[in-house]
């Protein structure tokens, strides 16, 4: 199985930051990568898929990028709604592995 | 708009069947672009990948649970269903059905989780 690790495990923010969120796959996992964002009670949501492709009525704030083994996360500007754990989860070959998430937390 | 919405008991004895229903609203069940999948979430193990169903019946399960799981599709009532047997304390989490979407257009398959039930936690305790 591909294992998928994030760094950090939690950060804490203002808005208005600059966030970056990383992810390592096991093996390469080519540009199957994609980002969730959950928040406590709820399901997780889709945000990027394909490393870098937002989905549907994602705010352009949200981008991904990387490719392999490596790839990131990036809210270029933090707002009060994206107070949230954030995973990482390939696509690549099954079983399908979420990395163990990210908690963005208010600073 | 699609709608998915787990169902069943809430609490399992160790050692009897954990058994879960999903049905499906809006126009995408019998769509050969998904597959219909189940996804559980502890504290310990995190979110975990149970496996999925296609709407013709192929299923693909996590190896690590393979041997005590089935899961099976009724596409006349747009529902698809788990049956995990033999559990334990370990198999407590909030279990969510899924829609992967998997989309082929203009070169590489991406495949993505695009649509999630609410969530139903199941406790194992006798």
């Known amino acids: 199985d591909v294992q998928m690790t994030q760094s950090p495990s939690s950060l804490f923010a203002s808005v208005g930051d600059r966030v970056t969120i990383t992810c390592r796959a096991s093996?390469?996992?080519?540009?199957?990568l994609d980002w969730y964002q959950q928040k406590p009670g709820k399901a997780p949501k889709l945000l990027i898929y394909?490393?870098?492709r937002l989905y549907t009525g994602v705010p352009s704030r949200f981008s991904g990028s990387g490719s392999g083994t490596d790839f990131t996360l990036t809210i270029s500007s933090l707002q009060p709604d994206d107070f949230a754990t954030y995973y990482c989860?390939?696509?690549?070959?099954?079983?399908?592995?979420f990395g163990p998430g990210t908690r963005v937390g208010v600073k | 708009q699609v709608q998915l919405q787990e169902s069943g008991p809430g609490l399992v004895k160790p050692s009897q069947t954990l058994s879960l229903t999903c049905t499906v609203s809006?126009?995408?069940?019998?769509?050969?672009?998904?597959?219909w999948t189940w996804i559980r979430q502890s504290p310990g193990k995190g979110l975990e990948w149970i496996g999925y169903i296609y709407f013709s019946g192929t299923t693909n399960y996590n190896p690590s649970l393979e041997s005590r799981l089935r899961i099976s599709i009724d596409t006349s009532k747009k529902q698809f269903s788990l049956q995990l047997d033999s559990v334990t304390a370990a198999d407590t989490a909030v279990y969510f059905c899924?829609?992967?979407?998997?989309?082929?257009?203009?070169?590489?398959?991406?495949?993505?989780?695009?649509?999630w039930g609410q969530g139903i936690l199941v406790t194992v305790s006798s």
């Open positions: 093996a390469s996992i080519v540009g199957h």
């Open positions: 809006g126009d995408s069940f019998s769509s050969g672009d998904y597959y």
């Open positions: 394909g490393a870098y």
């Open positions: 899924v829609r992967d979407r998997f989309d082929c257009t203009g070169g590489p398959c991406f495949y993505y989780f695009d649509y």
């Open positions: 989860q390939h696509s690549f070959s099954l079983p399908r592995t």
